[in-house]
């Protein structure tokens, strides 16, 4: 049976090895530096040319501090004349986005790594086939032991699980947080808009929930008041029995009378 192949057969004949690694890992560091300038050029102080017009509405809007001849010409051209309108600038300073950052500085080289192991795998798959045979030594099966099953579960990890796991952990970081912003912000502006509406909701539950206190107030005082009347009548019918037993017992002998 013929060898199976390697990663490595791919490379022969090449005089240095290291020179694929050294290629590998300056590529990985221009990927990571360029990340890094395209997370950096999203932060600082950014500013915005608005056009207003009379209404206050933003008519127009262009990043920058001023607007060129050609801008000024086009928007002529679409709404008017420009002194019709107000011109401002609006200024901001944007913190740098980290979370996007680590998780483009992580996820994007291992998903890379990832997708050319895949393709390489493919390749030497259809060229040289695959190997189904089970090399797992005897002794250790899965049904031997907990241990061996256990030892069974390490073996079958491989890297693809572990760069999977980590690009869903670096997706989670960055999309989760994101989600949830959009939903609280999402949310407050559709109580805002519609905040009388959340106003009568909120005070009906809140009727609502007082009326439920009330009546399990109302039910407690009451099956309280019926265990009190029921212990009355029973202490009633206590009394009753005890005055009857006590009606059946004969009466005192009366002293004999001296003659």
Known sequence: MAPKARLLDLFEGTRNQKVILTISVLIVLVLE?????AAASQSGQKSRVLVLDDNGATVYETPGTTLTSYEKL???????PLKAYRVQVHTENLPFPFRAWSSAAVGIP???ILLVVFLVRCYLSLVYGDDDKDLRPAGFGADDSRFGSILSLFRHISI??????VV?????FWIVPNFLGDIARVGMSTILEFK???MAAAVFLAALIVWVIYLRYKISRQMLKNQADLEKYRLKIELL???KSQAMLPGPVNEAREP
């Open 160 to 165: 693809f699980h572990v760069g999977l796991l």
């Open 241 to 243: 029995e005890y005055k």
């Open 110 to 112: 291992i998903g890379l």
């Open 196 to 198: 009388w509406f959340f």
């Open 74 to 80: 086009a928007f002529e051209n679409t709404f008017g």
């Open 168 to 172: 869903l952990a670096v997706l989670l």
């Open 33 to 37: 530096v360029l990340i890094y300038l």
